[in-house]
């Protein structure tokens, strides 16, 4: 099985980038699906970005459209979240999925199998 390990957040101000960064160990990024989630306070865990295990195929939640990317290296071993142009209701702990490589990018947090311990994204106005 795979360990995923996030890193990459901080405190900025609106208008800001950051690049969340997602270290895979066990397995390569290539046998699963990948997901980005946040979970702002009070809120409820949401899809943010996909990736096909082939990585032809992303998806994306409508806020974030032309603002977020999600890629992953060349080895296979890291997933990325670059966030462009944030703003303060991107404010939220990010969090990186796994689920078992399928055709369908899954937006349902239910069918990812597993996942990273979070990172603090905190956007100042």
């Known amino acids: 099985q795979v360990q995923l390990v996030e890193s990459g957040g901080g405190l900025v101000q609106a208008g800001d980038s950051l690049r969340l960064s997602c270290a895979a160990s066990?397995?390569?990024?290539?046998?699963?699906?990948m997901g980005w989630f946040r979970q702002a306070p009070g809120k409820e865990r949401e899809f943010v970005a996909g990736m096909l295990f082939t990585g032809a195929s992303t998806s994306y939640e409508d806020s974030v459209k032309g603002r977020f990317t999600i890629s992953r290296d060349a080895t296979k071993t890291t997933l990325y979240l670059q966030m462009n142009s944030l703003k303060p209701e991107d404010t939220a702990v990010y969090y990186c999925?796994?689920?078992?490589?399928?055709?369908?990018?899954?937006?349902?947090?239910?069918?990812?199998?597993?996942w990273g311990q979070g990172t603090q994204v905190t956007v100042s106005s």
């Open positions: 999925a796994a689920h078992r490589a399928s055709l369908v990018i899954q937006r349902a947090e239910g069918q990812y199998a597993y």
């Open positions: 066990g397995r390569s990024l290539s046998d699963y699906n």
